[in-house]
């Protein structure tokens, strides 16, 4: 599966990264909270946050990652996956204790920013947390060096060099992966009258943080 597989080349620089991203939501975990991924793919960390949290929920668009999820997390039964639209979820208002949007997946949906967050924002309680982060400019080498490698194995289209930059990597198939840097963030939050932080991590990531309520 392609997605499984760009975790697998990642250097380890960007391996780093992920896990950092990862130790820092578990952080704000506690062992009665009820925590969703959104755009969680196969599942990757969700055993992670499911060691920390009561129980887990996943969802994402792409059925066939949701099915291989089924199969890796099949031993853990704290651990659910729905397929779902994160800008479109089905549940009900003030139901998660904490809400992940991680790994640029504010920009990597290509969904409405502003809905996203709303939405996101919904779905958590009171007092709880909805977590986004996407890349510190400081990690552009690494992240542009792992997207070349992604390209040479054919996960992606070749690089256009011309219009790749300033925090955009653009594909000569029309593939674009682009970013949310703090000014952008700090407007959106404004926009819906959310309090917001905005916390740098291990020097690749910035987590945009909302208290809900």
């Known amino acids: 599966m392609q997605l499984k597989r760009c975790y697998e080349i990642a250097p380890p620089r960007v391996r780093q990264y992920l896990e950092a991203e990862v130790q820092h939501v578990l952080g704000y975990l506690r062992e009665d ?3 969703l991924e959104t755009g969680c793919g196969y599942g990757r960390i969700l055993p992670a ?3 920390r949290a009561a129980t887990v929920v996943g969802i994402d668009t792409s059925l066939s990652s949701l099915l291989l999820g089924r199969e890796m997390l099949a031993d853990l039964p704290d651990c659910h996956l729905a397929c779902m639209d994160a800008a479109r979820m089905a549940f009900r208002d003030d139901v998660f204790d904490c809400v992940v949007c991680i790994q640029n997946g504010i920009s990597a949906f290509h969904v409405d ?3 996203l967050i709303r939405e996101c ?13 996407s890349y510190a400019d400081s990690f552009w080498a690494d992240r542009l060096a792992w997207f070349e490698l992604q390209a040479e194995a054919g996960l992606l289209g ?5 219009r ?13 992966a682009t970013t949310v840097r703090p000014a952008r963030f700090r407007s959106l939050a404004g926009q819906l009258g959310l309090r917001a932080q905005i916390v740098e991590v291990d020097g690749s990531s910035l987590f945009f943080e909302i208290m809900v309520g």
């Open 49 to 51: 946050l499911a060691s």
């Open 164 to 176: 790749t930059g300033d925090g955009q990597i653009v594909c000569k198939d029309g593939f674009t």
């Open 113 to 115: 920013r502003e809905t």
């Open 121 to 133: 924002v919904r779905v958590t309680r009171p007092g709880g947390m909805v977590l986004f982060s």
């Open 33 to 35: 909270h009820l925590v």
């Open 158 to 162: 070749e690089i256009d060099r011309e």
